[in-house]
């Protein structure tokens, strides 16, 4: 039976994870935070999308695909990069079909943003009954893995910037991940 921090309830070992990573990705300065994120809302409001931007290409899709991580676990979609690179060709047209569109309605779908975060012991000779020796990882979709690629191809000069964050969401913790852009 699996003791953590003394507890032998699964239910009970995974919200003390929880507890856990959602302190790891608690904001150290809630000042600095507070002014980041109305940094971000004012730029959000005084956004103006382009509506000439360039469509992603059939080919930045399939070199975007070369570029992930094989043997790696899927999300909760249960797809997987294997099932990525050995798909019919047709396939990663429709990606980039799906991903233009996400692009010029400015959309992500909500599940890209969902994942799965497992607890991984840090060090197998030190301590495994104690929730500090474990670190978090998450399984987040290959889709939104793929699509994040695209994006990071085509404008990574203007990244300057990435925050992950921890949030609670029904019951359950969310990984996010923000890319501000750099001010011009």
Request: aromatic residues 10%; glycine residues 6%; hydrophobic residues 40%.
């Amino acid at each position: 039976m699996k003791v953590i921090d003394g507890l032998t309830n699964p239910t009970d070992i995974a919200e003390r994870f929880a507890d856990v990573f959602e302190t790891a990705c608690r904001p150290n300065n809630p000042i600095k935070n507070a002014a980041s994120q109305y940094d971000f809302e004012n730029r959000l409001l005084n956004y103006e999308s382009s509506s000439n931007l360039t469509p992603f290409t059939v080919f930045e899709v399939a070199k975007c695909v070369d570029k992930l991580k094989h043997g790696k676990a899927p999300g909760l979609d249960g797809i997987t990069v294997e099932h990525i690179v050995n798909c019919h060709p047709v396939v990663i047209v429709q990606l980039s079909c799906m991903f233009n569109c996400m692009l010029q309605l400015g959309y992500v779908p909500d599940s890209f943003g969902t994942g799965v975060i497992l607890p991984l012991v840090k060090n197998s000779d030190g301590d495994t009954g104690s929730s500090d020796n474990y670190r978090g990882i998450t399984l987040s979709p290959i889709l939104s893995k793929l699509f994040e690629l695209c994006m990071l191809l085509r404008f990574s000069d203007f990244f300057s910037l990435q925050i992950f964050i921890l949030v609670s969401k029904r019951n359950s913790l969310v990984a996010m991940q923000f890319i501000l852009l750099k001010k011009y």
